[in-house]
């Protein structure tokens, strides 16, 4: 009973970022849900992007002025440290126009995946959860078929 019950425990990092910057200005959060955002995708004619998320059952995203971590005595590097003890495993890094994007896997099995992606800009901080599975090899072939380029990803 306690191995079902553990398969069914949520990771509390976006909840902590999300409590520690509640009442701060411009904080931005909001969830979705996997089913609304395929259905957005459909309606955009992103046939294929809706297909990498097919597995997907939520989406959250918050943003967060960088200048609020100051205030608050935090840090983005301290933040990767409660990914870590959330048992996120690094799966990759990379710059996107000056951006640093970390791409982080909490692995549950049976497609309750949690996938963590922070994004560090200038003046501010993004976090995206997506609750679900991806199917990162259809997410690269859409990647090279658009850009000509690849997305590269292994755990660390």
């Known amino acids: 009973m306690l191995l079902s019950a553990t398969s069914f425990a949520q990771s509390d990092s976006f ?22 955002c395929r259905a957005a995708l459909s309606l955009a004619g992103e046939y294929e992007f809706k297909d990498v998320i097919e597995d997907v059952n939520s ?5 967060i002025p960088k200048h609020n971590f100051q205030v608050r005595d935090l840090s983005v590097k301290g933040f ?15 710059k996107d126009h000056g951006d640093n994007v970390d791409v982080y896997l909490q692995e549950n099995g049976n497609k309750r995946n949690r996938y963590f992606v922070l994004i560090e ?14 199917d990162l090899n ?15 990803y292994q755990l660390r």
């Not at 989406?59 to 943003?63: D, F, H, L, P, Q």
């Not at 048992?87 to 990379?94: G, I, N, P, S």
């Not at 259809?138 to 590269?152: F, P, R």
């Open 59 to 63: 989406i959250r995203i918050i943003t």
């Open 80 to 94: 990767r440290k409660v990914l870590e003890n959330d048992q996120f495993q690094a799966l990759a890094t990379f």
């Open 15 to 36: 909840q902590t970022l999300k409590d520690k910057f509640s009442g701060t200005g411009e904080v931005y959060h909001f969830s979705v849900s996997g089913w609304l």
């Open 138 to 152: 259809k997410l690269n072939k859409l990647a090279s078929k658009e850009e000509g380029t690849s997305i590269s």
């Open 121 to 134: 800009e200038p003046s501010e901080v993004t976090a995206v959860e997506i609750k679900g599975s991806i």
